[in-house]
């Protein structure tokens, strides 16, 4: 079958540096997508890596190796603002625009 | 900005009842998605389409239909609500492929 594998929950404290991993199991491979959901709010895009290595985008960088099946979120300075739940997806080979999700990590930013 | 609109942000209904979720983009996007969230168990993909009157199942159509008449317009049917589907629903869009995907702010259900 095809599955994405995140830690379910992850504590930080303001300021540190957390990485979200996520391993995925999938027949045929696009890409790897990040998505922010705060409680009570709609998930929102973070970013999407198609070819291995880093991509860095203000405080939030995201990292893929194709090889190894996994990628993973790395959020810097973190600030409470960051606590929500962050979801890896991939687009699913040959099946149009469907995603299948991780099944979430919620980030707690402690002061 | 993309703007992906819900009809309700709460709504309770009665077991047997017949509901209608509605979804509108503004985007002129192809594909569009209805997902429903539970907790510990992420977002589930209930139904698809991929333009006007063209849908396809997801991991979880059972006891829902969808209809799709116009390109902005995607609306999710509960033939008849049952207590298991109390849930989170919410609708998202993308342009085509496998680009990013836009959510709405989600349609919280309860059925009695």
């Known amino acids: 079958g095809q599955s994405l594998e995140q830690p379910s929950e992850v504590t930080a404290v303001e300021g540190a540096i957390v990485q979200i991993n996520c391993t995925y199991q999938?027949?045929?491979?696009?890409?790897l997508s990040w998505y922010q959901q705060h409680d009570g709010g709609a998930p929102t895009f973070l970013s999407y890596?198609?070819?291995?290595g880093l991509e860095e985008t203000g405080r939030f960088s995201s990292f893929l190796s194709r090889s190894d099946s996994y990628g993973y979120l790395l959020l810097q300075e973190l600030q409470m603002k960051d606590s929500a739940s962050y979801f890896c997806?991939?687009?699913?080979?040959?099946?149009?625009?469907?995603?299948?999700f991780g099944q979430g990590t919620e980030l707690s930013v402690k002061p | 900005d993309v703007k992906v609109t819900q009809s309700s942000r709460y709504l309770v209904k009665r077991t047997g009842e017949k509901v209608f979720l509605e979804c509108v983009q503004d985007?002129?996007?192809?594909?569009m998605f209805w997902y429903r969230q539970d907790p510990g168990l992420g977002l589930r993909l209930i139904y698809f389409?991929?333009?006007?009157?063209?849908?396809e199942k997801g991991d979880i159509p059972e006891g829902y239909s969808v209809s799709r008449e116009k390109k902005e317009r995607f609306s999710l049917i509960l033939e008849s609500a049952s207590t298991n589907q109390t849930s989170m629903y919410l609708c998202?869009?993308?342009?085509?492929?496998?680009?990013?995907?836009?959510f709405g702010p989600g349609t919280r259900l309860t059925v009695l």
């Open positions: 997806a991939v687009p699913l080979y040959n099946q149009g625009g469907k995603l299948i």
């Open positions: 389409s991929y333009d006007v009157k063209m849908k």
């Open positions: 985007m002129d996007h192809e594909n």
């Open positions: 890596n198609a070819l291995d």
């Open positions: 998202a869009s993308s342009l085509s492929g496998y680009n990013e995907q836009f």
């Open positions: 999938t027949s045929g491979f696009y890409g």
